[in-house]
């Protein structure tokens, strides 16, 4: 009698059925597909901070070249531009504002679509303010000599 009832003992404890080798697979497989989601968000996320990393830098590109036309003793002026980088086309506006004061106020506007938005909600924009210092070669000479700021591009 006891070798009857080990051996049914083991037969059913020999593995695993069926039924539940597919719900481990169906679990797997939703968890798995969460994963990818996650991925893809992660991606698009990237892409968002790429392009407004984009923006940071034109926007301080203008400044930085407004900056050196006023140490070099030119007067800058309000003006716009449509700059692509990557696929993307940044549109840049800057205005200037320089009262009798030796200071000048500046203010530089970047706006760009996210590609893969719809409607309004895919239109960004930063500003940058700032003020210019009179010119003063003598001070900042080394500005004078090394010509107006370039960044390099990014990949």
């Known amino acids: 009698m006891k070798r009857s009832v080990l051996r049914t003992k083991r037969r059913h404890t020999a593995g695993f059925s069926l039924i539940e080798v597919l719900i481990a697979l169906v679990i797997l497989g939703v968890g798995l597909m969460g994963l990818a989601r996650l991925q893809l968000y992660l991606l698009a996320s990237t892409a968002d901070t790429a392009a407004h990393d984009h923006a940071i830098r034109l926007a301080n590109d203008q400044l930085e070249a407004l900056r050196f036309t006023r140490i070099t003793g030119g007067t800058p002026s309000t003006g716009a531009d449509e700059v692509p980088v990557q696929g993307m ?67």
């Open 89 to 155: 086309t940044f549109n840049r506006s800057w205005v200037v504002t320089c009262v009798p004061d030796p200071l000048c106020h500046v203010t530089v506007r970047v706006g760009w679509r996210e590609p893969r938005a719809s409607g309004h909600n895919g239109q960004r924009e930063i500003t940058l303010d700032a003020h210019l210092a009179p010119p003063s070669a003598a001070a900042q000479a080394w500005l004078v000599q090394s010509g107006p700021p370039r960044r390099e591009t990014l990949p």
